[in-house]
Every structure is written in C-alpha cells, then in structure tokens.
C-alpha cells in the first residue's frame, strides 16, 4: 500500500471518473443493503400481482360491454373493434393505476435517504470521504431509481397484453414506459430533495407526499379554478382560446396529464372521454380552432364524427374531418411533461447535493469554486510558516515501507 | 520536526457560545497525540474541524500543511476520521463495509481485496469478515470502524473517543491497535475523557478544557512544567518509631506536605506517602539528605503522578485561576 497514490494522478483528467466512480460507489452499496433479503422481492412480486390482477378485473369488466359497444357503437359490429375497446380499456387503466403505484413508491424509496443517514449518523462518516457531495446524491437517486425503473420494466409484459387484443401499439407502451420513468425521476429527486433539506424522516416523507398531491391533483385543481376565475365572465361557451385559460404550463408539472396523453394517443381515439379532455387543457376540444364554428368533432381512428364542446360526439353519422389528423388529440402533453419533470429532477438533485454538505460547511465549497489558492506543495512548517518541497507523503512511512 | 497537524489559534463559536477558544496545536509526524479534557471542552469540535466537517469561526487549521477550509478534499484524502458517535449501516457485511468506504476513496478495485484482508487482521476481525454488521459487538463495531479509517492508507487519523464505551479488554485491545498503527508510521490524534486510556500510549498530550488548550507537550513535560507535586513512597527500616521520626523529620522540610502513614494492604508493611513540591532534582536531594540524617531508608519510590492527576491539577489551576 502506497500511501495515497492514487491522488496523484492528473486531477483534472480524473475529475469526471471519480465522480462516476462514486455515483456507482453509492448505487452498489444502495442495491446491495436494497435487494438483500426477501423485502425487495416480496415487493416485486406484489407489485406485479396487483398489476395482474387489476388488468384481469378490467378485462372481465370491460369485455361484455365492449362486445355490446362493439355491436351497436361507433365503426359497425366487428370483432376487430370490440378487441380494440377491451384491449385499449385495459392499457388506460393499467397506465394510471401503475403511475398511481410509481407515485406512491417512487418517493417511499428516497425520502429517508439522506435523512436516514443522519439519524443513523453515518452521514458523517460519509462526507469525511473525498467524494463530492454531487455524486452522493446522484447515486443515491439512481439507485432508488434502479429498483423503481426495475418495477416498471417488470410490468411491461402485464402492459402488453394489450398487443393481443390490439387497441395500444408498441409505441404506445414505449411512452407510457417513458412517462412512468420519468414519474419516478422527477418524485423521486422531490423525496431525496426533502430528505437532504430536512432533518427527520417522518417530515421529509410528509411534505414529499404533499408535494406529490400538489403536482398530481393540485395542479389540475389551480389549472381549473384559473380558467374559471379568467372566464366567468365570458359568454362565449365554444373552445377557449389561449388568452381565456390558465396557462398551461402549470399541467406540464402533472404526470397523470402527461400519463392520459399518452393515453389519448393510442389509435382507436384514445377512449374518447380521455381524448377530449385533454384537448380541453389544449383549448381545442376536438377542433381545429382555424375551421371556426360551435362544436367541433371528435376522431376515431380515421372516422370523425360532430362533436359537442365537451368532445363528445353528436350523433353517430361520419363527418368529413377535414385538416385534423386523428393523432392530433394526444401526444402533445406527454414530452412536455417528461422534459419538465426531467429538468425537475436535476435541479431538485443539484439543489440537494449542497443541502448534503452540513450547513456550516457550506461556504466552504462555495470559495473552492472561486478561485481558490494554490495547493501548497509541501507541508508547512511551524516555524517559518514557508512551504517544504518535498511533499508529505514521502516523509511518512506507509505501512508497506516497515 | 515538520507538522503534520497544525492549528493556529483556532477559534468556533456556536450561537455565541465559544467551543473552542484559540487552539494552538502542532503535532509532527509519527506522533501520537492524547487530547483530554471533560465533556464539553472542546475536544470533538476541534477535531471535526480537522476533519473539514466543521468550518472554524476564525484562525487556521492545516493537515499536512494543506488547509482544511481551503482544500477540503485534499484533507480528507490525507486524514482517516473516526467521529465519538457513528452509526454503522448494519444490513452490510463486515468486507461489503469496508469495500463500500474502501471505494469511496477511490481506492482501485485490484487493491481493495487484499487491503480488507490486512485491515480485518490488523483489527482483529478476520473471522467476522462474511458477518453482518448488525452482528458485530460494541467493541467489534468501534474496530470496523477504526478499520474503516484506513482503507486509504492515510498518513494521519483523527479518532474522536475510540474507546469510549468499551469494556476493559476491549479498551486494551484497542490501545494495542493503535500503537500497532503507530508502528507504521501513522500520525494519530485521539480523544479521550478518560485519562489513563491514553498515558501509556501517546508521545504527546494536550490537555484542553472549555475551549483552551491548557498544557500540551510530552506527559513527562506537562508534569514538569507544573512543577508537579510528586506523590514519593518511602519505606523506612525499623519499627513505627523510626517510622515516626522519619515523619518528623520530612515534616520539616518546607516543601513537603502532609505525609501519610499508610499500611499496604498487600504485605501489611507501613510506609509514608509524602506529597512533595519539587522536581526530580529536589527529589533525588531529599533523599540523600534523608539517608545523612540516618534514616534507614529501603525504598523510594516516585510514584508517578498518571494523566489523571495532572488532568485534575490542571484544570483545578485553572479554575483556582478563574476564580481569582
């Protein structure tokens, strides 16, 4: 053993390697203590048995209605159609109720991470490393994300049920897999924030649950309240333009708007209800506002139909749909959302890798970063206060030298 | 002798309350250095400074001539630390904890197995090493730890309290570490409250309470510097008479305090404990003047004050000087 011979490699070269090195230091450490045992498998395994069980409740649901739909609704009796509306009702509902468990897990997996640390005092022990306090944080949310994204992976055979009964593509289940990561990112570096923040456990996990129902329901909530108290007065009950709503940025921070997007944008129109609504946070329920006119339509696959201003169709005789595409009813809130969320979470991360650092020490790290002074080269000696040459380390004998 | 440790009137305040109040330390390389004092003197936050996990209020700190506010990183690349309260994270075996700290410093994969296999024998925990931590005893645990501090082979330790809440043979056996570390050339500062802990192994001692270092050099120093009041047994030949007069007689020495007779409870034999205010020197001449005066003395010894004493001196000055 040499002492520290390592440190002496070009600094600036290693910067980055050790950083990575110490994220994956914290991911296997954080995995090991993790899946040991049964409690990660036990929760695996109920994870995906709820999954399963609630895609065979929908089925069996879902099924006879769809056959009646299927006989006296919209595009004539096929078999096709009625597969679709089954396996389409069952990718809705599995989509939201798994993003409703992601919202739940994701941040039960981070929100004593750092919290915990101190009440278990090995913080310190863990901030007397020369590892930056970035990369601390860093591995410890991929590694919370590593068993949240396994989870969701795990899940991607009970999503593809649906393949057999047609209704939701691979495309589809793709996006809701990318919305689902992106739940359990953004959330789960709101738990980590909240842990790094605050001292107990208990209180980090509360307020990352508000947190959680802010975004999830209270952001839908301020949304329509803002549209309302922006449009009481208007007396025009046709599609609001962007001037009369709230803006809709605000449901860019809301997974489950993000999650129905992906929804609406499954072939068959997106189970209608779904399609509309969020054509509703658009302000273009089912119409292109350029055509003018009450009302609008509403598309089902290609077949488009008159529709109210809530989106739901008029009758059930065909309309020519002119300039709207039927894909233009989603796929417009999910990469907003992602992209928001991601952005989320590496502020939220960056914000707690300096939260790690004990609050004293803080300005510490701050005049590192402007300019600092050199390293001296050797050591100081008591008297002169001058710096020695030769450095340190080869005047103390390291073990492998006796 | 070039420092290894450095402080230059180093000073915390918390809330306006002064925890360390200008400490002064230089510890050179291959030292041992004891700091002692009561709970609450300071000793934890002059050493978590050290270890860059506090910022001082005002004055410097160096390890190996690096700053510690300046380069945190580089300090503790150089420094093993060893906090007085630490939790373990218990769902780890005791190699997988090792191999945890052992990477967070960066220490190449190569060399790590090995390396935990020469920490684990030097700890004494070689056969726990598949174990999990939650397992492990107090004294078990307070080594891992130890271990931990040296997976990078640092040039200095800085072990806050290692013995504090052990058992008398756990104590021994980590005195017995700490001088094997010492033999490989490490530069140790370790904290006690508890004095005798570190009188046989330490080469320095600084002795601080509420925030100032009071005496600090080798134990030998402090005690001279104080002019210690040597407690001296003497044995005198010949029955309680000669054993009077030999009390008389020292009696009137003016440096000498109230002598004792006391019977030693192992051999039954009585002999005079003489608190005595003068160095080696006055010693050796109370003697001679002693065997003049025909006192038949068979043994005199010096029974040396331990850290505890010079502790409680110290600091007793200090407040006999406070009070003042």
Redesign the interface.
Known sequence: ????G??GADRRLAAPR?FF??V??IM??EL??RM??RRAFVVLTVYLGLLALIAYGIYTVVAPSARNQAAFGFGGPTFANASAIIGQTIFSLLSVFQLILVCFIAPAFTAGQISLERE???L?????????PGAIVAGKLLAALAFVGLMIVAAIPISAIVLMYGGASIDDIVRQQVVLLATALGFGAVGLFFSALLKRTQIATVLTYCTVLAFTLGTVMLFIFWTVLVTRDATNVGPLGPTQRAPEQIVYLNPMVGMLDVVANTEPGGGGGIASMMNQLRGTPGVDPTLGGAGGQVCKGNVCFAADQFGNPIGNVAIDPGPIVPQAVGGYFWPRFVITFGALAILLTIASARLVI?A??R???R??RRG??P??E?????EAGS??ASP??D?????A?? | ????I?TRGLVKRYDGELAVAGIDL?IG??EIFGLVGPNGAGKTTTMKIL?????PTAGEA?V????V??????V????G?M?D?????D??RVW?YLD??A??????AA?RAG?IG?LLEIVGLSDRRRSYVETLSRGMRQRL?LA?TLV????VLILDEPASGLDPRARVEMREILRELR?????ILVSSHILPELAEMCTGVGIIDRGRLLRSGSINEIERSLRATALLNIDVLGDAEALASARDWLGTDPRVGDVLMTSDPSDGATRLEVPFDGGADEQAALLAAMVQAGHRVSAFSHATSDLEEIFLKVTGQQDQVEAA
């Open positions: 053993m040499t002492a520290t390592w440190a050790e090195s110490a994956s230091t296997v450490k090991r203590s040991r045992g278990k005092q090995t310190d022990l863990l901030i007397s490393t020369p590892m930056r004990p004293p020490m300005f510490a790290f005049r590192r600092l002074p390293l001296p050797g050591p100081m000696t008591a710096r020695v340190i380390v005047e103390i004998p390291s073990p030298d006796d | 002798m070039t420092p290894v450095e230089v390389p291959g270890a860059t996990l506090l910022p160096f190996c001539g690096i700053s506010t300046e380069h945190p990183i580089e503790r690349r150089r420094i630390y906090p309260f630490y939790g373990v994270y769902d780890l997988e945890f700290f990477r967070c410093y960066g220490v190449p060399r390396m020469e730890c931990h990078h082979d640092p040039a033999g490989m050339g490490k530069t």
